[in-house]
């Protein structure tokens, strides 16, 4: 899996959120996708990475303004991922 963490600016309120995730469904097969206008982020969980110049265009053709885009592996982290961790 695949953590992409995305900058955004503009995002003002929970339907700009919606119309950010929705950009980034119809353009992408994601896990999961979830944007933040107050950290002014989305986050987007994948199994494989994703374009970042498509991901900039997607959202960007929103009006909203992209910034930094980060990627890093990821995994899911549950209850017990503590006590067994490989050493």
Known sequence: MIKTTVEVNGM??????????????????????????????TEILSEE??????????IGQTGYEVGRIRSEPYQKKGFFSGFFSKK
């Open 12 to 41: 003002m309120c929970g339907m700009c959120e919606s119309h950010v995730n929705e950009a980034v469904r119809k353009n992408f097969t994601v896990k999961k996708v979830q944007s933040s206008h107050t950290k002014g982020k």
């Open 49 to 58: 990475a994703l374009d970042q110049e498509k991901l900039k265009d997607a």
